[in-house]
């Protein structure tokens, strides 16, 4: 026998409620663009209408006929700093460039949500 929609109304919703006291929003910004180090890199490239995309030094070679020459290249991939969040340096030699750079944004999309007042102690 399925539920019924209103089989659950009212004990979610008590719940959902009494919880709201409690909530943590962590509303911190962060991203892997282009050219760029951080979010506000970013919008002063798109506000000065810069195109972060170009065909120069490229970090592979391609000669396919259906694979564009125009890329975007991150920066730092090679760099981690491993002892910072705790990963033996084996593990972060074999980890994904793609899985560290999720910890470093993860990192600072939590330290971004801070407030400026908090960090510096006042």
Not at 70 to 75: D, E, Q, R, T, V
Not at 87 to 92: E, F, G, P, T
Request: glycine fraction near 4%; hydrophobic fraction near 30%; proline fraction near 5%.
């Amino acid at each position: 026998m399925t539920p019924k929609p209103q089989d659950f109304v009212g004990s979610k919703k008590d719940e959902c409620e009494a919880g709201l006291d409690d909530a943590v929003v962590i509303s911190g910004m962060s991203g892997l663009y282009p050219d760029c180090r951080s979010v506000k890199e970013l919008s002063d490239l798109l506000y000065n209408k810069v195109n972060p995309i170009s065909a120069e030094n490229p970090r592979w070679e391609y000669k396919h006929p259906e694979i564009t020459d125009y890329i975007g290249k991150a920066f730092d991939i090679e760099h981690f700093d491993a002892q910072f969040f705790r990963v033996h340096y084996r593990q972060a030699n074999t980890m994904d460039c793609m899985s560290r750079k999720i910890l470093k944004q993860s990192y600072q999309a939590i330290y971004d949500a801070v407030d400026d007042s908090k960090r510096r102690g006042r």
